[in-house]
T-cell receptor, first 115, second 111 residues
Framework: AQTVTQSQPEMSVQEAETVTLSCTYD???????LFWYKQPPSRQMILVIR??????QNATENRFSVNFQKAAKSFSLKISDSQLGDTAMYFC????????????FGAGTTVTVRA | EAQVTQNPRYLITVTGKKLTVTCSQN?????MSWYRQDPGLGLRQIYY???????DKGDVPEGYKVSRKEKRNFPLILESPSPNQTSLYFC??????????FGPGTRLTVL
């Protein structure tokens, strides 16, 4: 079974600053997918960014970028120029391969952006 | 609008009273799944379905049932709810290629 570990239960960042969330995972698979989901106070789960393990290039979506270290099984999320609307819980998730359809989630990191 | 809907959004019930949480998607997705979210544990998969009449257990299936009679619907059934099933429940659907789309969540309290 895959395990996903988020070691930071809570983080706080000043508006316009940068924050990095850590995620490590354990798997014996070679091809898989990694995701970061955002859950704001509305509780809606929103996909922030995805990374395919076979791609060496780190994924980027506007102010969100990842540092994917396959050998270290590490998948951190960097939020640049933090905005008040980024305040949310962030979940790291692992999917074994295409059509496995099982997401394994970490425990989550609550990010608070201070004005 | 492409979406996953769940009903009800909030439910308070008593131990042993059967309940059903409905889930429907309008994206013609083959795959649907149920998760529960508990503090400190993230989301854990309860059951999933790869197509009509094809369902399988996830990580925490005890106390739950599902059915997939139509492609768009995937109800979650608690035949005899207990207080340890108090949780936030999410339905999700996907094409199986990458992203899963989540419903708005159902907050269930079992007294």
């Amino acid at each position: 079974a895959q395990t996903v570990t988020q070691s930071q239960p809570e983080m706080s960042v000043q508006e316009a600053e940068t924050v990095t969330l850590s995620c490590t995972y354990d798997t014996s698979e070679n091809n898989y997918y990694l995701f970061w989901y955002k859950q704001p106070p509305s509780r809606q789960m929103i996909l922030v960014i995805r990374q395919e393990a076979y791609k060496q290039q780190n994924a980027t979506e506007n102010r969100f970028s990842v540092n994917f270290q396959k050998a270290a099984k590490s998948f951190s999320l960097k939020i640049s120029d933090s905005q008040l609307g980024d305040t949310a819980m962030y979940f790291c998730a692992f999917m074994k391969h295409v059509r496995s359809y099982k997401l394994s989630f970490g425990a989550g990191t609550t990010v608070t952006v201070r004005a | 609008e492409a979406q996953v809907t769940q009903n009800p959004r909030y439910l308070i019930t008593v131990t042993g009273k059967k309940l059903t949480v409905t889930c429907s998607q309008n994206m013609n997705h083959e795959y649907m799944s149920w998760y529960r979210q508990d503090p400190g544990l993230g989301l854990r998969q309860i059951y999933y379905s790869m197509n009509v009449e094809v369902t399988d257990k996830g990580d925490v299936p005890e106390g739950y049932k599902v059915s997939r009679k139509e492609k768009r619907n995937f109800p979650l059934i608690l035949e005899s709810p207990s207080p340890n099933q108090t949780s936030l429940y999410f339905c999700a659907s996907g094409s199986g290629l990458d992203e899963q789309f989540f419903g708005p969540g159902t907050r269930l309290t079992v007294l």
